[in-house]
């Protein structure tokens, strides 16, 4: 006995499974982006240490490079002291447009023997001198060991704005924050 909709459906089921194959095959054949690095600073050059890319809001008193142990980090670390309630530092990420998400990254901890703290990493558009757009990181971090701190955001600038991380070290006068291996890498261009 002939029964015309077991056909149909096994027909479909055929459709169905050639659709998954021809998929994982394509999907398979497919390479697999990584993020493009955008920005990476472990503060060490063939010159030795320098806070020449980094620059201060305030003053530059208030922005060193000290011994540190990060791990995986080399023998530097920028160190930011709050010389009232914050203190700031930022550098412009090259080459970023309108719709990139970025992951911006940077290992933090409280310097010994200071006064607490905060470390707080940002992404900011600016717009000439101004801030069009912050973006802050989900948590900031006080401890007294390292710990890897980032953000993940979708920047909106226009093609005459500029995009910088900033590094900010919040807390009473003489607290301070290391910051070290600090990363932006773009994770999908839009």
């Not at 027909?11 to 998954?20: D, E, M, S, W, Y």
């Not at 394509?26 to 320098?50: C, K, Q, R, S």
Request: aromatic share 6%; charged share 20%; proline share 4%.
């Amino acid at each position: 006995m002939h029964h015309p909709e077991r056909k149909a459906r096994h027909g479909n089921t055929t459709r169905i499974v050639r659709a998954l194959c021809c998929a994982c095959i394509i999907h398979a054949a497919m390479p697999v982006v990584a993020a493009e690095v955008l920005l990476f600073d472990n503060l060490e050059t063939t010159d030795g240490p320098t806070t020449r890319l980094w620059s201060p809001h305030l003053s530059d008193e208030f922005v060193a490079i000290v011994r540190a142990d990060c791990p995986n980090g080399g023998n530097w670390a920028l160190r930011l002291t709050s010389s009232r309630k914050y203190m700031v530092a930022f550098r412009p990420v090259d080459g970023v447009q309108n719709g990139d998400q970025l992951e911006l990254s940077a290992w933090v901890r409280q310097d010994v023997g200071a006064a607490g703290g905060l470390g707080k990493i940002s992404l900011q558009t600016w717009h000439s001198d101004v801030i069009a757009e912050q973006k802050h990181a989900g948590g900031e971090y006080g401890g007294a060991t390292w710990q890897r701190i980032a953000i993940t955001e979708t920047v909106r600038c226009a093609p005459q704005d500029s995009v910088r991380v900033v590094l900010t070290a919040n807390g009473p006068k003489g607290s301070a924050i290391l910051f070290d291996l600090i990363e932006v890498r773009r994770l999908k261009r839009q």
